[in-house]
Structure formats: C-alpha cells, structure tokens
C-alpha cells in the first residue's frame, strides 16, 4: 500500500471516529490495522531499482518520477506501486526500446500525449489503479502499435473516440471504472480486438447498439462479469455475432434474464458460456431455449446454490461437451436432468450434492447419467449421497474417468455389485481416495477389465490381501493403497495384476510383516514400488528379486537398521541386489548407523539417493562406487563427521544436488579438507550451505560455518607421509653436504665447468641451425644499461660476442616493432636482464615478450636466457613475461651474485648458457 493509499484509510478512520464518537480505542484499533496492512511503512525502504537482463523493477520506491539511471536497452519497466503523478515523454524518451510499461498503482491523473511518441515500441501498456478520468483521441493519438492497454480501476471518462487509433489492440480492460455504458465509441474500430473486459462497472443495460464499435472487429471474448445489470435490448449480441466466450459471473441474474440472454446470443458463434456465482437457484426448461441455435460447447454454472434439475433445463444444449455444476446445492438427480447432452464429453459434480447437519441425504435416482451416452470424465468429488445403487452409472458406454474422492455414500464394502452398472464403460481410472472403505471382496472390481488405475488410498481396508480382490483387472496399471488401516499382503496378493507398473503401500501395512516368500513376485513390470512408512523391521534378501525394471523404491520411516548391520545374524542383507534399472532410492529415516560394502552396488543407474535423517558416521570407502549417474544426494541429519573424497569421490562425481546438511562436522585437514575444497569448485546446488553446514570440532571452529574453514591451514603438511621417519634419519648425512654446497658449492661448480669446457670447449654443435648475425638479443629496462654496459659489452671485446641493442643498433628511420621482430630472427639467443622495472615496462609486458615466445614456438627453439639480477616469483614472470622458470634448461637461468668473487663464476655460466644448443629436446 503507498503512502497515499494509507492517507486516504487514515482519513476514513477519523471521519468513523467523529461519526461514531468512539475515539480513543477506536482510533488505535484502526491505526493498528492500518500498519498491518501496510508493512513497508514499518519496514526499510528499498532505494534502487532491481535490474535482471533486460527488465527493471522499480515497485514500492516512493517514486514521484520515472528512475533516469537504468540501462537504456531495458524493454520492460515495471513502476508500479508508486506515487508518480504522470508519465511524461521526455523521462520516457531514454528508454526507446520499451517493449511492456506497467505503471500499476500510481496516482496518474491522465495519459500524456508524448508518452507514445518517445516510446515506438510499446506493445503493453499497464495503468490499473490510478486516476485518470478524462480520456480523448489525442491522448492515445501515437499508441497506434499497443496490443495490450489495461485502464482497469481508474475512473474513466470518454471523449469523442478514444480508442480509435488502436487498431492493432488485441486486448483492451476497463474493468471498475466507472463506466455506465458499454459503449466505448460510435463508430467501428478495435478491428484486432480479441478480448474485451468491462467488469465491475455500474453497467445497467446492454442496448442495441452498444457493442456496434465492434461490428468489424475480431473480438471472441467479452467479460461483463460483476455488473448490476437489468436489461439487455433486441440485438445488442448482434454486432458481435463472432463472438466465442462470454464471462457474465458474480451478478444477480434471475432465470429470466438467462433466458433473455440465451435469446439473444442465438445465431451467434458463442462457444463457452460462464454464470458463475450469479445466484441462479433454479432452472425451467426454458431458461437455455434461445441456445438452440447456437453450438455451445462449454457451460459453467459453479457456486450458484442450485437446488434441483427437473424438467429436463439442459435439453437445448445439444452440442455441449463440457458441464460444470460444482460447488452447488443439488438435492436430486432424475432421469430427466441431464437430457439432451447426448455429447457431453466432461462434467463437474464437485460439492455439487452436499449434505448438512438439518437435511437429508441428496439422492440419486438410477438412469440418473443414462443420457450422457458420450461422457468421458465424471467428476464427483467431495459430493454426498445416499449410496451407490444397482443402475446408478447406468448408460455411460464412454466413461474413462470415475472420480469419487472424498465423497459420503456410504461405501463400506466394496463387492462385485457395486461398480457392475460401469460394466459396459471403457473405464480406465476409478479414484475411491478417502470414501471410508473398510473391506474389498472378492472380484469387488471384476467387471472393470479396462481399468489401468485405481486409487483407494486414504480409507480403512484392514484385511489381508488374498489377490481374490483384484481378480479380473489384467490391464492394471497403477493402485495406490497410501494411508490404510492394516493391510496384511500374502504371497498371491497380486497374482491377478501382473501388469501393475506402480504400487504405493505407504503408511498401509501391518506391522511385523516377514514378506516371505515375497508378494512382489508376480510384478515383473513394476516400476514404482512405496513401501514407506510402515515401521518395516526384516527383510529377505529376495524381497525384491525378479524387479529389474523398478525405478522408483520409496522405504523412508521404517526401521531398517538392523538389516544391513555388520552383526546382523547371516551378515548384512543384500535386498537391493539385482535393481540394475533403479533410478531413485529413499532410506531416510531408518535408524541405519552403517552401509555395507555391497549394499549400493551395482546400482549403476541411480540418480537420486536419500539417506537423510539416520545415524550414518563413518562410511566405508567403496560404498559408492557403483554410482556413476548418482544426480540427488541427501544425507542431512546424520552424524557424519568427515567427508574423504575415498569415500564421497565417486558420488560427488556428476551430482547436481547435495543435501548434506545438519551433521557435525570435525573441521580438520584430515577430515574435511577435500569436501571444502570440492564446494568452493563445484557447480552442483548446495542449499542453506551458509547456514546448516556448521563444525562441531575443533574448538577453533566450533559453531561456525564451513565455510569459513580456511584450506590454506593445511599447506604445511607434508606430502609424503611415509617418507618422514627415513628422512628423519638422512638429514644428518645431508647436514654436512648441505653446508659446505652452501657456502663453496659455487667454487666447486665453477672449476668443474672451466675443467670440462676447456676440454670440450664451450659452445654445443648446433646441426642443422642456420647462421645468426648476433650471438644474442639483449632484453632490458632503460634504468639497466649501466649494468649491461659494465658487465655484458665487455663480453663482445673479451670474447668476441656480438650482441643486439635496441638504443645502439637498431636502423634510425625503420619502424620499431619492425626492427625489433627482425632483430630476434637474426639473433641466436634472446637474453631477459630482469628486474621489477622491466617486468613494469610496458612495451616489454605487451610486445617483447610475445615477440620472443612467439619466435621459440614458430622456430621450436629452446633460445631464452634470463639473467635475475633480483630475486623475482615465478608467478610475476608468467604474468608479465609469459615465462616460467620451469620451461627453460636449468644452465639458461642465471642469477647475478651478490658476493664480488662469485662474479667470474657468473661469467662462465653465461657463456655456457650462450652457448648451449637451441634445438628442444
């Protein structure tokens, strides 16, 4: 409600308060109720519209103007429930590809003229409850391309022809809005109008040439529900005679005017007529008259307290396929009601025969429903009547569809008398849910062969099923039994159904049931099987044998604990074997405290497993890991402590949910490490992840959510456990060799490479190689030079390198990067002086770099050479440079020496870097 809605109910208060002179606690009462009524006064305003793709949703800000800040390629805007005064052009005018417009619930006095004109794409055009009132042909002028414009609750009046302009307006509602007179113009127009809704206005009569705007318009619905009429002259249907759907609900309308109405709709193409809640008690024989001219198909007659059917009222409605008479007040039904609806294919008798405390039970004669030769669907729940009779459903030859759900007649017992007057109907689905059946005899439902599904869940059946019950139903295919009393099951109890696709025993069964031998046997087509609820205790391993298309096993709240213990006399009980087909599993809620390793397996095609609400702790590693399809994981509520990927890997695998949920976690690399690393990179939904995965142990993390378990705790550890206790021993034989490599290791290195270079000399043949005008191409930043000219250009005097300097040699004149490409491809090496500052250079970063990767790929040669005059992260290198230190030879990555004497050391690593083989190998 906005602020204004709430002024306006505040001002009645008062103005009750002085009229009633009951202020004090009157007031408050009602101040009280306001604020109920009125939440976002109290609660914390939104400030920002919510954007989502291309839609924005700007409700219950206060706005006084359309937002000016959303993207301009948005096509649906929704401002409603606001206090904008208008909606003008120009603010419009920055969303030019507005598609849908609702502006619901404002106080806009009028439209603007402009408003169209800034938006040319405006299809939907939303404006209930507002306060426009005057409406011209101006104001609409430029919303030649609305299909859809709702003035719905606003209080409207039309000047001259406002609709006009809207040709191609396809649906048009003015509901509660003051009209007087379904006149919208005087001249056609509306030519794309299809459905048309004036409801809730102070509409008295429909004249003759009302709806004449309409006469070349495509209009199939007109709403004219909630109106006080009283008259409708001759002809004022006849504009309109296209006409498909008429809605005239929630009126007072006497027999007499229905009458007058079906009168007037003949000749016209009216297909579906609805008189819902129009009071209409009772209907004569003339009352549908004027319909006999016409095809109705559909006739809706609900929640009208209609008492009785006598003298055959429906008997001009030949061509009617679909009836609903439900939520009435019917008291008897005779052969004579439903005359004449010899093609009727549905009808609804919901609530339609009810009997209270004072009346008596309603009745229904036999030959009742002999008229309706062609029904297909009967609907009659939550109905009451005296009983099923011998000829009660006599005549329908074409029902497929009985539902009695919920109803009072009396159905005890159920013998093969009760349904034999459906013995002739092809029915196919009998639904007796909750109608206090108590017994079923044998063959009770014999002479209905063609039945594929009967439900008689929610009754009181307390009998032990011999399969005499179901005798003659070979076409079965599903029966529901959920939620009876005490059914016992024998070996046969289903010997007579063996098409039964889907068996629900839920909440049914009588306790202590050993199932053996197993009364599934004969169900070789199941595929759904809900044994749930039944505090099952044993099971035999073949209870389940023989079942290989079952899908669907539903065993939640039983008492299966003791069936896969380890302790179990005969060891677990692998009842689940051979269900190679089984898609979803429920075990919740049967107290297991363990899975034995068989237990799952071979159930390859499980996609949704529940576990949920049992005492499951620690799991054995191979549990799982037959279920490769496994989708739908819960395992909430159970006292799991820790997650390995041993035993969760193979279900984690492709799953999309996981409900693991309420268990105690223990927080600890050893226990949880592998799981909190799995939801930080999982796609799989995780729900309340934030707030129901919470430690129980250590104290660290006690109460606090997993996710705030910080995985980098554990990267100390060390990898190879098995190693630790021999590299306990060889540390102290390592110690001396360390400490002397340490401080004269580089000694060592340097006289045994001048040993083995002047004997083998210091360059590596290079086979094949082409010849190279420089010995290397120098990489470095500006503020380096010095030290290239200190420590690498006397190389070239010395040694008689030839080296490439971008500042000494390049050509004056030539482009750069040409100049620079072509350097590399004539240098035999590529040397990286690096430091921070030309890891910082950005024409090193964005060009030099690439260059010379590009130029290793291109030629496959092994030519880098990186001389670290700082200590730099490997991680810096591969961002700036491309470069990590472990795709180069170990003799091409040199560091400069901090100590003055390792300098010749230096030297000579370099030349032998420089003169290292280029080919990869």
Known sequence: MTTLHFGRNLVSCLRMVGAMKVAPLFLLTCLLGLLVQSPCLLAQKATACEVKGRTADCTHLSLKEVPADLPADITRLDVSHNMLPALPGPSLARYPQLVRLDASFNDIKRLESDMCLALPLLRHLVLRRNEVHLLTEKDVLHCANLTHLDLSSNRLKLLGEPFRPLQRLTRLDVSASGLTSARLGSVPQLWSLKK????????????????????????????????????????????????????????????????????????????????????????????????????????????????????????????????????????????????????????????????????????????????????????????????????????????????LSWSSVGLQTVSGKTFASLSRSPLRTLNLTGVDISRLEPGAFSDLGNLTTLLLGYNFISQTLTGEEFRGLASLEELNLY?????????????????????????????????????????????????????????????????????????????????????????PVSFLRGLRSLETLDLDSNGLDEIPVTGLSGLSQLRELGLAGNVLDHLRDSIFDDLDSLRVLRMQRNLITSVPR??????????????????????????????????????????????????????????????????????????????????????????????????????????????????????????GEARFEYDAYLIYAPEDSKWVE????????????????????????????????????????????????????????????????????????????????????????????????????????????????????????????????????
Not at 487 to 510: E, N, Y
């Open 483 to 571: 939620r009876n009393r005490k059914i016992s099951l024998s070996p046969l109890s289903f010997v007579f159904v063996p098409s039964l696709r889907k068996l629900i025993l839920g909440l049914a069964l009588a306790q202590n049931q050993d199932f053996d031998p197993s009364p599934f046997q004969q169900l070789r087509n199941l595929s759904t099987l809900d044994l749930s609820n039944n505090n099952i205790a044993n099971v035999m391993e073949g209870l389940l044998a023989g079942l290989e298309n079952l899908r669907v096993l539903r065993l939640q709240h039983n008492n299966l604990q003791r069936v896969w213990k380890s302790a179990n006399p005969g060891g």
């Open 646 to 767: 041993g035993v969760f890997g193979p279900a984690f695998r492709n799953l999309s949910v996981l409900r693991l949920e309420r268990n105690p976690f223990d927080c600890t690399c050893e226990s949880i490490l592998w799981f909190v690393n799995w939801l930080n990179a999982t796609n799989a939904s995780v729900p309340q992840r934030g707030s129901e995965y919470i430690c129980n142990t250590p104290q660290a993390y006690f109460n606090k959510s997993v996710d705030r378990f910080n995985p980098l705790s554990c990267k100390d550890m060390a990898p190879f456990y098995a190693l630790y206790v021999a590299n306990c021993i060889l540390v102290l034989l390592f110690m001396t060799t360390a400490l002397i490599s340490h401080f004269q290791g580089w000694r060592i290195k340097f006289h045994w490479n001048v040993l083995v270079n002047r004997t083998l000399g210091f360059a590596e043949p290079d086979l």
């Open 196 to 403: 048309l809704f004036l409801s809730g206005n102070a509409i008295k009569t429909i004249k003759s040439n009302d709806l004449s705007y309409l006469s070349n318009s495509s209009i199939q619905t007109l709403i004219l529900s909630s109106l006080p009429l009283k008259t409708l002259e001759p002809g004022c249907f006849q504009q309109i005679r296209g006409l498909r759907d008429l809605v005239m609900d929630s009126s007072s309308l006497s027999p007499q005017f229905i009458a007058k109405l079906s009168e007037e709709l003949s000749g016209t193409r009216i297909a579906s007529l609805s008189l819902r809640n129009i009071k209409l008690v009772s209907l004569t024989n003339t009352t549908f008259i004027g319909l006999q001219d016409t095809n109705v198909t559909s006739l809706d007659l609900s929640s009208n307290s209609m008492v009785s059917l006598h003298n055959s009222p429906f008997q001009w409605l030949g061509t009617l396929e679909r009836l609903c008479l439900n939520e009435n007040n019917l008291k008897h039904l005779t052969s004579s009601s439903f005359t004449g609806l010899g093609n009727l294919r549905v009808m609804n008798l919901t609530r339609a025969l009810v009997k209270s405390h004072k009346s008596p039970y309603p009745i229904i004669d036999d030959f009742s429903f002999g008229p309706l030769t062609r029904l297909e669907t009967l609907l009659m729940d939550y109905t009451a009547f005296q009983g099923i009779t011998a000829n009660l459903f006599s005549g329908l030859e074409s029902l497929g569809h009985l539902s």
């Open 790 to 921: 200190r420590h690498l250009l006397p190389l070239e005097e010395d040694k008689q390198y030839s080296f490439f300097m971008e500042d000494r040699d390049s050509v004056p004149g030539r482009p750069q990067f040409e100049a620079i490409v072509e350097a590399m491809r004539s240098s035999r090496k590529i040397v990286f002086v690096v430091t921070e500052k030309l890891l910082s250079d950005p024409c090193c970063r964005m060009y030099k770099a690439h260059q010379a990767m590009h130029q290793v790929i291109e030629d496959s040669r092994d030519s880098v050479v990186l001389v670290l005059l700082e200590d730099v992260p490997d991680h810096r290198l591969s961002r700036a440079l491309l470069i990590r230190k472990g795709m180069l030879k170990s003799r091409c990555i040199l560091h400069w020496p901090l100590q003055r004497e390792r300098i010749p050391a230096f030297r000579h690593k370099l030349q032998v870097a420089l003169g290292s083989s280029n080919a990869v190998q």
